[in-house]
Structure formats: structure tokens, C-alpha cells
């Protein structure tokens, strides 16, 4: 998209199968939790209450029939939690996904609305 474009399309992915369960929401929770390795981290460092983040986990982990955190309880080391193999992946591939979809979107609106843009701009 052009630098001195005046609009840009924004969309958002959302996976859905019996209720939505991957969106923006779930895969910045995950990337958050891959960086500190810490669920309860990632929903301070998101302003998220931990249970909504749980719930958010557990209906991802519910609709994908895997775990995608895998769960280290406290102790002397402390706890955390780490992307299993599946989370990583649901990650990777959602993010891939949300890029190419918001390339195509910018394609898609230059084509609908990139003359109207320049009208408006020459004004």
C-alpha cells in the first residue's frame, strides 16, 4: 500500500469450528506467551485478566482437541508455560495467513478504490 495512501483496509481472521476460537485476540496471547514464557505475564503484558486469557486457551485447546501450552506448576524454579508443537503451529500458520490476507485486502482496494482515493485527494 502506498505510503501516502489516505485509507488502508484492515481485516481480521477469525478460525472458527462448533465457536470462533483463533482470532487476534488468542494468537497475540500466544505470541506473548512463546516471549515470556508465562501465561499469567502474557495476560498482564496484554491488560487481559488471567481468566479470561485461561478461557481463551481452553476454548482454542477445546476446538483443536490438542494442548497448546504446555504447563510448567511452581515451585523453587517457578512455573510457566511454553508452545507445544501444535501452538506453535496454529501461530506460525495464523500469522502467515493474516499477512497474505491483508496483502490481497490492499490489492483488492487499490483496484475498488484507489481512483476514488485520488479524487478525494485532488480536492
Not at 26 to 38: F, M, R
Not at 45 to 71: C, H, N, T
Not at 86 to 111: H, N, P, R, S
Amino acid at each position: 500500500m502506498e505510503k501516502n495512501s489516505l485509507f488502508h483496509p484492515q481485516v481480521r481472521l477469525r478460525i472458527a469450528g462448533e465457536i470462533p476460537f483463533m482470532g487476534p485476540g488468542p494468537y497475540e496471547l500466544l505470541l506473548q506467551v512463546a516471549q515470556l514464557q508465562s501465561l499469567q505475564k502474557a495476560c498482564q503484558e496484554m491488560d487481559l485478566s488471567y481468566s479470561k486469557g485461561r478461557r481463551l486457551i481452553a476454548d482454542l485447546e477445546q476446538e483443536l482437541g490438542e494442548p497448546v501450552l504446555e504447563r510448567r506448576i511452581g515451585g523453587d524454579g517457578g512455573g510457566g508455560s511454553a508452545l507445544t508443537e501444535i501452538g506453535a503451529e496454529i501461530v506460525l500458520q495464523y500469522g502467515k495467513m493474516a499477512d497474505a490476507m491483508q496483502q490481497t485486502a490492499e490489492q483488492l482496494y487499490e483496484g475498488y478504490f484507489g481512483e476514488l482515493e485520488e479524487r478525494l485527494k485532488n480536492r
